[in-house]
């Protein structure tokens, strides 16, 4: 399956890596790019991500086939009132939102007779942003989560669905709240975690930086995650708030339990914790 035009609102690590993904594949005739500044979209270009870009957001979603949202979720909230007046007869709106229940709901309230929004979400990244960090394979082997509703238009669903399977991704379908929920548990929540150990080392460091200096692979490893965008985690944390809360509450009733058990000295309790926790990771 292929499509005339493909337009990418936001040509960053996910935006770029889809754009070289379809060009690898064959997947468009055409790649249209839309960002904030030319120079973003002209390095798009000059990467292959893109064939061509618009600044006018009505102009680059214009006559496109597959519309794919890939800016952070506060952007996107923004920006369906401007994009979807515009789009084709036929034309498929889809996503790549790490959240989407409040979307979904927004996106259908908007949409049309005759035009189809699909909720996606590819399971991929890296800890770089931006398009210098794309890859053409970054989705071959991933995971990409669709999400209709009894609102989804069946056709629409199978070329999403086709539309992640011919760039290399497995597709599952989910209803939209376990995605929230699923999401606030196995991404949403490490990242929680990442952020917040890295600030409270930086408070427990001294002025002369040593804790963080002296920190070796495994510190770095666990807190990678924690050079993700600020902006998109920013919109994530709102738009599934709930989720997330009642996850770090969770959570941190593990840790105290954690805690109690060093405060007392309590060896065994301790050691049954992390051997509970080795198992699960053996696991995976």
Request: glycine share 8%; proline share 3%.
């Amino acid at each position: 399956m292929s499509f005339k035009k493909i337009t990418i609102v936001g040509v960053g690590l996910i935006g770029g890596s889809v754009g070289l993904a379809c060009k690898k594949n064959g997947i468009a005739e055409s790649i249209t790019g839309f960002g904030r500044t030319s120079a973003h979209l002209e390095k798009a270009l000059e990467l292959g991500a893109i064939d061509s870009y618009e600044l006018e957001l009505s102009q680059a979603v214009n006559n496109a086939d597959l519309v794919l949202l890939s800016t952070p979720m506060g952007t996107i909230f923004e920006q369906l009132p401007h994009i979807i007046p515009h789009l084709k007869p036929g034309a498929v709106l889809t996503d790549v939102g790490s959240t989407k229940t409040r979307l979904i709901e927004a996106a259908e309230e908007l949409m049309p007779q005759g035009v189809y929004f699909v909720g996606g979400h590819p399971i991929a990244g890296r800890e770089s942003s931006g398009v210098e960090a794309a890859l053409a394979n970054l989705f071959c082997g991933a995971k990409t989560i669709l999400t209709p509703t009894t609102a989804t238009n069946n056709d629409a669903l199978v070329r999403v669905k086709a539309f992640w399977e011919q760039i290399g991704s497995q597709v599952v379908l989910m209803d939209a709240e376990q995605h929230d929920r699923t999401l606030a548990v196995i991404s949403h929540l490490p990242h929680m975690v990442a952020y917040a150990l890295v600030n409270a080392v930086a408070e427990l460091d001294n002025h002369d930086n040593q804790l963080i200096a002296l920190s070796a692979g495994g510190f770095r490893d666990f807190t990678r995650i924690a050079s993700s965008d600020a902006v998109m985690w920013r919109d994530i944390c709102l738009s599934n708030s709930q989720a997330i809360a009642g996850v770090i509450d969770r959570f941190q009733q593990v840790l105290d339990r954690l805690k109690q058990h060093i405060k007392s000295g309590d060896a065994q309790g301790l050691q049954k914790e992390f051997e509970a926790a080795r198992r699960v990771k053996q696991k995976l």
